[in-house]
């Protein structure tokens, strides 16, 4: 059980052990960053679950191999819809929820990215929640607790997923995306999220320029810094990737020099206008400015 599935060990050996005891709550709520395997754990335990063999999951029952086929009629996943998780996909959830198992004894059902339930759907949820009928288990996936309602993370036992190390991201790559010659770049970057290391797949030349750029900030012109901000800085959709990056840069340069504090406490200025719809040529602009003056002022 797992042993195809990278890091998180000690989850492993708990839902081993719940499986094992026959110890099933009624809902979880898988926590930790995103791309970090949650969905495969949350797939795995749930085909555990429905096994009708002793030895869980068996992968020859009936249960196991639908489940392997996308047919097991007791197991099912919600997946958002553009940006959002809506009352009436909810509505029909709970619908199925209700339905009897087929074939197995119990049914299983995954909200993947379940954060991104409005509070209107998260509030027809929380019946069931409350009052789920004996024979399912709700597991949902998300990467940001703190956009949950108090009541319904109080009705869901939470396990915690750490994201991958840089050896067990590495593998992962290496084996199931036949990724070779993976930059420590790449790796810091992405922090254990297999999606942000494939996206950074063919951009690893652009984030060799930026690191190129601000690792050497106190040796720069500012002339050649406002230039190099139109390489940098072009892609709206990127920034905040990009300033995360920097940021990282920056907390690495801390040790030499204190005054990168000022430049980081910059950054998430920066960000938070962003995300205030300021105007971005004058708000990256102020932003190259203020971290140059901070170092070189």
Same mark, same amino acid.
């Given at each position: 059980?797992?042993?195809?599935?990278?890091?998180?060990?000690?989850?492993?050996?708990?839902?081993?052990?719940?499986?094992?005891?026959?110890?099933?709550?009624?809902?979880?709520?898988?926590?930790?960053?995103?791309?970090?395997?949650?969905?495969?754990?949350?797939?795995?335990?749930?085909?555990?679950?429905?096994?009708?063999?002793?030895?869980?999951?068996?992968?020859?029952?009936?249960?196991?191999?639908?489940?392997?086929?996308?047919?097991?009629?007791?197991?099912?996943?919600?997946?958002?819809?553009?940006?959002?998780?809506?009352?009436?996909?909810?509505?029909?959830?709970?619908?199925?929820?209700?339905?009897?198992?087929?074939?197995?004894?119990?049914?299983?059902?995954?909200?993947?990215?379940?954060?991104?339930?409005?509070?209107?759907?998260?509030?027809?949820?929380?019946?069931?929640?409350?009052?789920?009928?004996?024979?399912?288990?709700?597991?949902?996936?998300?990467?940001?607790?703190?956009?949950?309602?108090?009541?319904?993370?109080?009705?869901?036992?939470?396990?915690?997923?750490?994201?991958?190390?840089?050896?067990?991201?590495?593998?992962?790559?290496?084996?199931?995306?036949?990724?070779?010659?993976?930059?420590?770049?790449?790796?810091?970057?992405?922090?254990?999220?297999?999606?942000?290391?494939? #996206?950074?797949? +063919?951009? &690893?030349?652009?984030?060799?320029? !930026? /690191?190129?750029? @601000?690792? =050497?900030?106190? %040796?720069?012109? $500012?002339?050649?810094?406002?230039?190099?901000?139109?390489?940098?800085?072009? #892609?709206?959709? +990127?920034? &905040?990737?990009?300033?995360?990056? !920097? /940021?990282?840069? @920056?907390? =690495?340069?801390? %040790?030499?020099? $204190?005054?990168?504090?000022?430049?980081?406490?910059?950054?998430?200025?920066?960000?938070?206008?962003?995300?205030?719809?300021?105007?971005?040529?004058?708000?990256?602009?102020?932003?190259?400015?203020?971290?140059?003056?901070?170092?070189?002022?």
């Amino acid at each position: 059980m797992f042993n195809n599935i990278e890091g998180n060990q000690k989850n492993k050996e708990l839902l081993k052990n719940i499986i094992d005891t026959n110890n099933i709550a009624h809902s979880y709520m898988f926590v930790g960053k995103e791309s970090i395997g949650k969905l495969l754990f949350a797939k795995e335990f749930a085909k555990a679950i429905l096994c009708e063999n002793t030895e869980k999951p068996c992968n020859k029952c009936k249960s196991c191999i639908e489940f392997e086929t996308s047919n097991n009629p007791d197991f099912s996943i919600l997946e958002p819809e553009g940006t959002s998780i809506k009352i009436d996909p909810i509505r029909e959830f709970i619908k199925k929820v209700y339905e009897k198992p087929i074939v197995s004894n119990r049914k299983v059902y995954i909200i993947n990215d379940s954060n991104y339930m409005t509070k209107e759907a998260q509030n027809a949820l929380l019946k069931t929640l409350e009052e789920p009928p004996e024979y399912v288990t709700i597991v949902l996936i998300t990467s940001n607790e703190n956009m949950f309602l108090p009541t319904i993370k109080s009705r869901c036992t939470k396990i915690i997923f750490n994201k991958l190390t840089d050896v067990e991201l590495k593998e992962i790559l290496q084996k199931e995306y036949k990724y070779e010659n993976i930059s420590q770049i790449v790796l810091e970057i992405a922090d254990g999220s297999v999606k942000k290391a494939l #996206n950074l797949k +063919d951009r &690893e030349d652009e984030y060799l320029k !930026i /690191n190129k750029v @601000f690792e =050497n900030l106190e %040796k720069l012109d $500012i002339i050649d810094l406002i230039t190099s901000k139109e390489q940098i800085f072009k #892609n709206k959709e +990127d920034v &905040e990737e990009i300033l995360s990056y !920097i /940021n990282l840069i @920056f907390f =690495n340069k801390v %040790k030499q020099n $204190i005054k990168y504090i000022e430049c980081m406490k910059t950054i998430e200025d920066t960000k938070d206008r962003l995300s205030k719809n300021s105007n971005y040529d004058m708000t990256i602009d102020n932003f190259i400015m203020t971290v140059w003056e901070e170092i070189n002022g």
